[in-house]
């Protein structure tokens, strides 16, 4: 039987809502979302197939997004970094951390490597953003910071992922109009000191479709699954 528990963490007058996938090692793994429509709830797919296999994980829904509420233009990209570790506080979880971060959340992810030990990160669909970004507020003013042709070029992103140690995974929709290839390409590049780092295209994905296609075909989706579990387990017996 899965168990899944709810919790919530204060944080800056909001109440972040959250969930826990009970299950083996499952308190040091950490599951951010993106932006946009995204929530936690939107990533059970893929969280539930990891729970099945004994992979537990902590997600929750950032402000401005799912059961929490409030409104986008009361966060930023530096904002949801905080969030995340006000529920790495609160759960009390140990490490070294394993992160998973899709689209937006893959920036978070990243930053958080920069202030916690974590040895493995997984990267899905991950957008990158210029510094001068991170602290501005969600609305029109970030907008025209990230509408820039290019703006993420300069991102912090490759300098900080150039130290990361642990092992990295980032995944990839062929035909994603919001990601361009470069970013994931740059980014299994620059992490020149990890463990491991490999690039892996899904075939027909896009953007918002990627765990849904694969699981079209069981065969497909349990070999990414595979994937997934080899990076997060690596070197650990």
């Known amino acids: ?16 809502k959250a969930d826990h996938y ?11 979302h993106g932006a946009g429509n995204s929530q936690r ?18 997600c929750f829904d950032a402000i401005g997004h799912g059961e929490t509420g409030g ?18 506080a609160a759960q009390a979880m140990p490490e070294p951390l394993v992160v998973f971060g899709s689209s937006m959340g893959a920036y978070n992810a990243i930053r958080l490597t920069e202030q916690h030990k974590i040895d493995a990160l997984v990267l899905i669909v991950p957008g990158v953003y210029t510094p001068s ?12 910071v990230i509408r820039r042709e290019r703006s993420w070029a300069d991102s912090d992103a490759w300098e900080i992922l150039s130290r990361f140690e642990g092992r990295l995974l980032v995944i990839h929709a062929e035909h994603d109009a919001t990601i361009p290839l470069e970013i994931s390409e740059r980014l299994v590049a620059a992490a020149t000191r990890a463990q491991s780092r490999q690039l892996f295209i899904v075939p027909g994905a896009e953007h ?17 699954l595979e994937m997934v579990l080899e990076v997060v387990d690596g070197g650990r017996q």
């Open 22 to 32: 009970v299950g083996r090692d499952s308190n040091r793994t950490l599951y951010l």
């Open 41 to 58: 709830h939107s990533h059970r797919l893929l969280r539930g197939a990891l729970q099945q296999r004994g992979l537990g994980s902590v």
């Open 208 to 224: 918002n479709r990627l765990w849904a296609l694969l699981a079209e075909t069981p065969a497909d989706f349990n070999a990414a």
């Open 1 to 16: 039987m899965t168990t899944i528990l709810d919790f919530d963490v204060p944080f800056d007058g909001h109440m972040l």
């Open 133 to 144: 970004a991170y602290e501005v507020l969600f609305g029109p003013d970030f907008s025209t």
């Open 71 to 88: 409104t986008l233009a009361q966060s930023s990209v530096a904002s949801r970094t905080r969030q995340a570790q006000a529920v790495l």
